[in-house]
């Protein structure tokens, strides 16, 4: 059997054992915890007899080199000057509440957030709002949101959101797709973006879009210790073929080599 403890394991099994100690509670077997199906961007904690599951907030960065696209819209789109900015809020609040961006978080508290940052991004405040922003509207009501600013002299793409019901119609790809093609007019090279690798909407959108992933030490090493988990808790249930042990094994090897190259870690 393969046993690949790493950083967060070694956490979570001292804090399990200390519990079995302690409290003299059965809470979860070691077995059960290996056994358990995880996803990449989260955390999994042991106490109270449960796993808890928290995303690990490791956000990615991502760059999409610019080229030009064919673009079709399922809905109109419009500039965000063109729409009250209370519409982009309450859109803002109706896509994210659920989402894993505001995991735990209070309804209130989103609806703070939603205003503080659309009215942030518009007023300048972080970073020159640029005019490639569209917003989609259905029926003059705002179904979704590209928001885009200036960071560090790079099109950065703060905000995208689609109201749950109109999402998976192409609409932030759409959005998106718009401003890429004007920044190809204009000869701009690249267009950055961030996500939340707990995000698995957010991510497979990126990555269908055409993004390219540029994880830190920290992310790196949490997507390393991913898939050697994964591997061991594939082995472990018995649900491996060759292609898909060798798969799991390519994955620990590239953030294992990107680990050395980058970071010179071992
Ligand atoms: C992420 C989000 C903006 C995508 O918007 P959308 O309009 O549904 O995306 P599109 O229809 O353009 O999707 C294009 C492709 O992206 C991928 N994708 C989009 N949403 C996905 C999901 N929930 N799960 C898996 N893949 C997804 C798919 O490959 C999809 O193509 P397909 O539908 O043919 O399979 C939307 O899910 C959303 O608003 N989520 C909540 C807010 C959020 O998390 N925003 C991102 C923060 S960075």
């Known amino acids: 059997m393969i046993i690949t403890v790493y950083l967060y394991t070694i956490t979570i099994i001292t804090y399990c054992e200390f519990f079995f100690q302690t409290s003299g509670k059965i809470i979860q077997t070691m077995d059960d915890y290996d056994r358990y199906p995880k996803l990449p961007g989260w955390k999994y904690e042991c106490y109270d007899g ?3 599951a928290t995303p ?3 956000s990615i960065a991502a760059t999409l080199p610019v080229t030009p696209r064919a673009s079709t819209s399922p809905c109109k789109l419009v500039s965000a000057d063109d729409v009250p900015r209370e519409d982009l809020v309450r859109t803002f609040i109706a896509a994210f509440k659920d989402s894993v961006e505001f995991f735990n978080w209070t309804l209130a508290d989103v609806e703070k957030h939603a205003g ?3 009215n942030a991004l518009l007023d300048g405040k972080r970073g020159r709002p640029l005019a490639i922003s569209r917003v ?3 029926d003059n009501a705002v179904v979704g949101a590209a928001l885009f600013r200036d960071k ?3 099109p950065f793409l703060d905000l995208l959101y689609v109201l749950p019901d109109w999402q998976r119609k192409g609409i932030a790809t759409a959005m998106v797709t718009h ?6 007019e204009a000869r701009i090279p690249v267009l950055n973006s961030r996500y939340d690798l707990a995000n698995t909407a957010s991510r497979d959108w990126h ?7 540029s994880p830190g030490w920290l992310a790196t090493r949490h997507l390393r210790a991913y898939f050697r988990q994964e591997l061991h808790r594939r082995e472990l249930i018995g649900d491996l073929d060759d292609a898909e042990r060798r798969r799991l094994q390519q994955e620990i090897e590239k953030w294992s080599g990107a680990l050395r190259s980058i970071w010179g870690d071992e």
Do not use: C, E, P, Y
């Not at 401003?179 to 190809?184: E, P, T």
């Not at 990555?207 to 992933?213: A, I, P, W």
């Open 179 to 184: 401003a890429v093609n004007i920044l190809h």
């Open 50 to 52: 449960v796993i808890h």
């Open 136 to 138: 989609a509207v259905v």
């Open 152 to 154: 560090d002299d790079v």
């Open 56 to 58: 690990s907030m490791h």
């Open 207 to 213: 990555h269908r879009f055409g993004f390219k992933d």
């Open 116 to 118: 503080q940052w659309t």
